[in-house]
Every structure is written in C-alpha cells, then in structure tokens.
C-alpha cells in the first residue's frame, strides 16, 4: 500500500468519529499551549535579563581592578596597573585586547557657570568600539594634534552658577552653554584651585592655570525614558591626556597616581582600570579566573548572566514541566482513542489481513491517525501560544513598574520546529501500543466479530 494511501486512510478514518477526534485533539492543544507559552516565558525573561546587562556594558568584557588593601596594610604587596600587566593579559588564549583606562577629576569654567567633570582616558580604538551616538561633532580622532574632549549627554547637569544662579537640580533648567562652540576652559590641578579659593588670609596660593580645550563632539540625548551609560563622563584620547597631565604637573604628583614614600610621582603612568575583550561570552569566565588568580580584582557581566540563567533555567524547567503535565494527559487521550477505534474497526482489520494488507502497512496505518492528532493539535495550539504571547506582552508592556527592555514571552523558530515535532512524536508513542495490537489481531476472529 503506497504512503499517499495510508494518508488518506488514516484522515478518512479519522473524521468518521468527528467528536472523539476534536475531543482528543483539544487535549493536545491543551498540552502544546501550556509547553509552549511555559518556556518562551523563561526564554522571554532570559533574553530581557541579556538586553538589561548589554545595556551596561559588553557581555564579552572583564574590567580589572587594583586589589584592595584591607585597613592599610603596608606588608601587603600593591599591584598596579601598568603596561607590563597590560602585555600578561593579552597573551592570555581567548584575549582579543586589552583597553587601559585613566580616570580623574577636573573641573570646566564658562563664565559664571563652572561644572565638575568625570574625565576618562580610553584608547581611540576604545572610544570608536563604545558605540556612542553623537548629537554634535566627532570623536575623538588620532588625526586631531591636540587633546580634545568628547561630552557626555548629561555632563551639563553638574554645571551650577558660581555667583548664585543656582544648578539644574535647583532650577530644573541645564545652564545656557554650548559645549561644542563656547569656549570651555578646563582646571586639572583640583587641589591647588580649592586651595586658592579657601586660603587663610596669610598664605595666597596663586589659582592654577586654565586650559582652552576643544570639543571634538558631544553625545545625542536618549530618548525620554531612556538612561545612557555614557552620558555623566568626559572621554578624552588616553595618548594625548597623558602628555598633557605630564606637562601640566611637571615634578608634581598627577591626581589619582600613587606616589613614592617621600610624596614624589612614579616615572611610569599607572591606570584605574583596565578592560580586557574576550572572544566568546562562553570564555569570559575562564580569563577572567586567571587574572584573578594574579591577585587582582576582576569582573563582568557575564558572570552576573550565568548566575541569573541558572536561576531562570531551573524555573523554566518547572514551567516546562507543568505544561508536560498537560500533554501527558493528551496522550493519554490518544491511546484510549486509538484503542476504541480498533475495536470498533476490528472486522476492518480482519478484512484487511485477509486480503494479504501486509502488518506493517496495518501498524503505520494507526500510528499516522495518531500522529496526524498530535499534528493537528501542535498546529492549533502553536496559533494559541502566539495568540496568548502577544495577550502577556501587552499586559507586561503596559506594567511600568517592571520596566522591561524586551517582551517577557518570546516565542523562537526553532520552539515552533520542536513543540510540533513533539506533539507529532507523543501521538505515534501513544498511537505505538493500540498499533501493536491491531497487527496482532487474528484474521478469522477479527472476521467473526460483531
């Protein structure tokens, strides 16, 4: 007997008892529902938690730190770090670069306005990975021959009146200056400033000098609602700021370096911090035990994504398993519908075998009206999964107070391919055992029946 037969066999068979059938069926769209929306809610949470952490940074980056010393303890050996650490780590298997940061504070002067800045140097390479994006301007290029500054879009928050105007977070309103045109005067020699403006009367300390530095571009603000990671800091070309520092303190100590026991500054420039780049989110763990292991402090947001996914795997395990729950109770609907249509159709089968219909054309006969079941019941309750999983991520959507970056039920391709696959699968293992039956049915007894 050809395939194409056994299929219209089997769907003939099967709307001869239209009841029974959309009873059964509805048992597996029951089942396939309850998988399917059950773990693209794990999925769906799990993909949030990802776009939440990317939002802070890359998921393939280990930033490293100098280890703390506890209580101040001078017999514990201090770790910089410097470009010989810098040369360790990018011989490591799986680093692609290392990106040295330096950090310090300096202030910025227009007129009345004067402001605090959060001033970080990073490679040009680095500044170009970040992937700001610029309302005005630039970045910062190696082609520029003096050290400029790229603004973040919230720097001007902390600028304030200096003859009691009062600040943004006084007022509410961003002070009138134009970082990309106006002239912004910098201060990097913090305390010799303060100590200008709060002497005694008896010691005057001479202000420190301003420097004109350009603005090669400033960051676009977010969308309302919306938070960027870059938008409170400074970014500068780190090869050209350290020059810069270098010519502007001479002899003196460059805030935020560490210096000798008699106060004097190091030759060598030491860094904050430094970000390593891994190849692959699946070895960051790995690199990032090594460095530790050097005796410095290292993390990521990966190791943050492992925690939580285990976490939401063993949920989504649960969920998973409460929606198997359904559609074992579906199977079991098929093997007593199969069974019952065996009995009903045993002098069919009787009849059958005695034409010479040969056995395994009897069994794959019953076992396509169980999988055609399954098959049905997958489609149905695919079509109710998407419907229930827009129903939830509109009722998420509209929940402000879990402020999600993504829909919390997500529903994946390869989902749809396997939850099918497996409703199709459980209606032939249910359909096996009433299949089996049928083949070993006698001829003359099936016959006889009545």
């Known amino acids: ?125 680095a500044i170009q990975e970040m992937g700001i994006e610029l309302g ?71 202000p420190p000098k301003k420097y004109l530095i350009k603005t090669a571009g400033v960051e676009a603000s977010p969308a309302e609602g919306e938070w960027s990671r870059f938008g409170w800091y400074v970014y500068c070309d780190i090869d050209k700021l350290i020059p810069e520092l270098q010519k502007i303190f001479k002899k003196k100590p460059i805030p935020g370096q560490p210096t000798t026991s008699t106060g004097k500054p190091y030759k060598e420039i030491f860094y904050n911090q430094l970000t390593v780049n891994v190849d692959n989110m699946d070895n960051v763990t790995a690199v990032q035990n090594l460095i530790t292991d050097m005796g410095y402090e290292a993390n990521s947001n990966a190791q943050w994504i492992e925690s939580e996914q285990k976490t939401l795997g063993i949920v989504q395990l649960v969920l998973g398993g409460i929606g198997a729950v359904s559609l074992f109770v579906a199977a079991i609907g098929i093997t007593n519908t199969m069974m019952m249509s065996i009995y009903e159709r045993t002098k069919e089968i009787g009849v059958m075998k005695v034409l010479g219909c040969d056995l395994r054309n009897i069994r794959a006969l019953f076992l396509l009206e169980a999988g055609f079941i399954g098959f049905i019941g997958g489609v149905i309750g695919l079509m109710l999964s998407y419907i229930a999983s827009a129903v939830i991520n509109k009722l998420a959507a509209g929940a402000a107070e879990l402020n999600l970056s993504s829909n919390i039920s997500y529903i994946p391709f390869w989902l749809v391919l396997v939850s099918l696959a497996f409703a199709v699968l459980v209606g032939m293992v249910a359909g096996f055992f009433p299949a089996l039956r049928a083949m070993k049915l006698s001829p003359l007894a099936a016959i006889r029946n009545e």
């Open 136 to 206: 005005e301007g630039s970045l910062p290029s190696a082609s520029d021959n003096e050290l400029t500054f790229l603004y973040g879009c919230q720097v001007l928050q902390d600028f304030y009146n200096s003859k009691g105007g009062g600040s943004y977070w006084e007022t509410g309103e961003l002070p009138d200056i134009d970082l990309m045109n106006d002239p912004i005067f910098i201060i990097f020699d913090m305390d010799a400033y303060w100590q200008s403006q709060w002497n005694d009367g008896e010691t005057v300390v001479q």
């Open 1 to 125: 007997m050809k395939f194409l037969d056994l299929l219209r066999m089997s769907s003939s068979n099967l709307w001869k008892r239209k009841v029974r059938t959309i009873l059964t069926v509805l048992g597996v769209v029951i089942g396939v529902t309850s998988i399917v929306v059950m773990i693209s809610l794990g999925l769906g949470l799990s993909r949030s938690l990802i776009e939440q952490y990317e939002s802070y940074g890359s998921l393939t980056q280990i930033t490293v730190y100098e280890p703390y010393v506890w209580g101040g303890d001078s017999t514990q050996e201090v770790k910089r770090l410097d470009a010989e650490l810098i040369e360790s780590i990018e011989r490591m298997e799986h680093v692609e670069s290392v990106y040295p940061i330096l950090q310090l504070s300096a202030m910025a002067k227009y007129g009345a306005y004067q402001g605090y800045l959060n001033l970080q140097g990073w490679p040009l390479q």
